[in-house]
C-alpha cells in the first residue's frame, strides 16, 4: 500500500503567486516596536525615609496653622483669640511614649501615672525603656507592678515589633500619615484613638483629625451648632478646610468643650487626660 502523499498547497492565480514572490521572509522584515517595561508595584505602602513630615514643634509653624485656620473657617477667629497657641511637650522616644500609652488606657490619670512610675522603676530610669529591656520581664514581672494581663502582652507585642525591626523609632519619625497609622494599628492594644493621640501630642504632626474622639466631637457640634454628634464621614466634610492643620483645628476643640463646661460649673478635663499620657 503506497503512503498517502503530504498535502500542498496550490496557489491558483497569478496575482497571488506574484504577491508571494515579491515579499521577503517575513522573518526577517518583521518590526517590533519599542515598549516601555512597566514595574510592578507592591500593595505595601513606602515612604522617603529621608523625608521628615512637617512637624508644629517650632513656633512659625504654629503661627502658619492659626493663620490658616483664622482664614480658611471664620467660626474659629474668636475661639483662636480667647486661647493661648497651643505649646507641644517635647518629643520622647517613639517606643516610650507607645509604652506609656497602653499602661495610661482606660486608667484615672492618678493611677496611670502611679503604674508608670513603677515600670520606669522597673526599667532603671526612662532612657532605659527599651524594646530589649521589656522583653526580658515576665508577664508575672508586670503584673507585679500593676500591670493587667492583657495589656503586658500588648507591650510585649510592641516590644517584639520594635525588636525584630518591624517597627524602629527613626522609621517612625519618617512615616508619612498613612502609612504611620497602618503599622501601628497593627499592634496589638493599639487602636485609631492611640495612633491619632501619639501622632498629635508626641510626633507633633499638622494634619491629624481623631474623628472618633468624644472631646473633639463635641466641640465640632458646638463650633457648627449642630443638634447630634458628628460622624466619622461628616466630621471629615465639615473640617476638610481646616487642612493642612487639623490637629490644631482638634486642639481648639478640646478647648471650646473645656471653657463650655467650666462656663456650665464643671471641671473640665486637662490635656493630660485627653491625649492619653502623651
Known amino acids: 500500500m503506497n503512503p498517502t ?3 500542498t498547497t496550490t496557489i491558483s492565480t497569478r496575482s497571488t503567486v506574484k504577491k508571494l514572490s515579491e515579499s521577503p521572509s517575513t522573518s526577517s522584515k518583521i518590526s517590533f516596536r519599542p515598549r516601555k517595561i512597566q514595574k510592578l508595584t507592591s500593595n505595601v505602602p513606602v515612604h522617603d525615609a529621608n523625608k521628615i513630615p512637617n512637624s508644629l514643634s517650632t513656633k512659625p509653624e504654629i503661627d502658619l496653622a ?4 483664622r482664614t480658611s473657617d471664620p467660626l474659629l477667629v474668636t475661639l483662636i483669640s480667647s486661647h493661648p497657641p497651643p505649646k507641644f511637650s517635647p518629643c520622647n522616644s517613639p517606643f516610650l511614649s507607645l509604652s506609656k500609652s497602653i499602661l495610661f488606657q482606660q486608667l484615672a490619670t492618678k493611677a496611670a501615672n502611679s503604674i508608670y512610675a513603677r515600670f520606669v522603676s522597673l526599667c532603671g530610669n526612662e532612657s532605659n525603656v527599651l524594646p530589649n529591656t521589656v522583653l526580658s ?3 508575672q514581672k508586670l503584673r507585679e507592678i500593676g500591670v493587667s494581663a492583657r495589656k503586658a502582652s500588648y507591650i510585649q507585642d510592641l516590644s517584639d515589633k520594635f525588636s525584630t525591626g518591624v517597627l524602629s523609632d527613626a522609621s517612625i519619625l519618617t512615616m508619612d500619615d498613612e502609612t504611620l497609622f497602618q503599622m501601628l494599628t497593627a499592634v496589638k492594644g493599639i487602636g485609631p484613638w492611640s495612633v491619632h493621640m501619639f501622632m498629635i501630642f508626641s ?3 499638622p494634619d491629624v483629625l481623631p474623628v472618633g474622639d468624644l472631646g473633639v466631637r463635641k466641640g465640632v457640634q458646638l463650633l457648627y451648632g449642630l443638634k447630634q454628634l458628628p460622624k466619622p464621614l461628616q466630621m471629615e ?3 476638610e478646610k481646616w487642612r493642612p492643620y487639623r490637629s490644631i483645628g482638634s486642639w481648639y476643640m478640646w478647648r471650646l ?3 463650655k463646661s467650666k462656663g456650665n460649673g464643671n471641671a473640665g478635663s486637662g490635656e493630660a487626660e485627653e491625649n492619653g499620657g502623651f
Open 137 to 139: 520581664f515576665t508577664p
Open 257 to 259: 468643650v473645656e471653657a
Open 66 to 69: 492659626l493663620n490658616h485656620l
Open 203 to 205: 510626633l507633633h504632626r
Open 5 to 7: 502523499p503530504p498535502q
Open 237 to 239: 466634610q465639615l473640617c
